[in-house]
């Protein structure tokens, strides 16, 4: 019987020592069909000493069920519950922001990991909005469940992230995200959705004084073009115009 292996596999040949004996092992490619519930898939693999080993991210992205990252030099593995009539989803999470996984939108309690590793515990700010402040996306990345819902990812790195129907859904101050779109604001790195931004931040009331020009909350940015202050993160759709604003401002 053939065995079946997760692993990773590095390099061309494995030498295995024990005792002062060695034992040396060819690496050939995986020669079997895979299939995944009754659906051929092309997985690459490798066959070592009978075993086939396959890389862990290529099976989270067929099976799903799991999710695998790299932080801090450190391999992470999520994985979700499936979810059930059961299961509570009261208990605070802990999300790795930006990292695609099955799991519900964030709540006030919950840990969100940054990519440089500093934990931020969420909460309310002063419009009662999640995360307002805090320097975090929190639904970056989610995956809502449901029948006519659709996955939260971000979809272009310098702008907008999310637009779509997700069902019935609620965001943190328990309004439906149906037909929202999910906004990051690239200099301070805080997202929220459509509706969450239009609390948090309104548009300044006197005009910039410089082209590129920040607001004081820096959710604005004065165009010199067109006169007038436009949203940090539409503005920010653009990679040149991010560098401009971060430039002109003295953060780069």
């Known amino acids: 019987m053939k065995r079946f292996t997760l692993g990773f596999v590095i390099g061309g040949v494995i030498c295995s020592a024990l005792t002062g004996f060695a034992v040396e092992y060819a690496i050939t490619a995986n020669p079997f069909p895979i299939r995944v519930d009754g659906a051929e898939r092309s997985i690459e693999g490798y066959n070592i000493n009978d075993s086939t080993y396959f890389k862990l991210r290529d099976i989270a992205d067929a099976v799903g069920g799991f999710t695998v990252g790299f932080t801090n030099n450190t391999i992470t593995i999520s994985t979700q519950a499936e979810p059930s ?18 799991r519900r939108f964030a709540r006030e309690g919950d840990t969100v990991i940054k990519a440089d590793g500093t934990a931020v515990v969420l909460k309310k700010g002063p419009h ?3 995360g307002e402040g805090q320097g975090v996306a929190p639904d970056l990345g ?32 328990g309004m439906t995200v149906n037909n929202q779109s999910y906004y990051v604001n690239l200099v301070t790195g805080e997202g929220h ?13 006197t005009p910039g004084e410089f082209a590129d020009q920040l607001s004081e909350d820096k959710n604005w940015v004065w165009s010199g073009t067109l ?8 503005q920010a759709m653009y990679p040149e115009a991010l560098d401009r604003v971060l430039a002109a401002n003295g953060l780069k």
């Open 193 to 205: 959705w459509g509706r969450d931004w239009m609390v948090i931040t309104s548009v300044p009331t």
């Open 227 to 234: 006169q007038s202050w436009m949203q940090v993160s539409a």
């Open 142 to 173: 989610v995956t809502v469940t449901g029948v006519g819902n659709t996955t939260v990812t971000m979809t272009n790195v310098t702008g907008l992230v999310f637009s779509g129907d997700v069902g019935d859904e609620v965001d943190s101050t």
């Open 85 to 102: 009539e059961t299961a509570s989803t009261d208990e605070p999470i802990t999300i790795h922001e930006g990292e695609v996984s099955q």
């Open 128 to 130: 009662g909005v999640l």
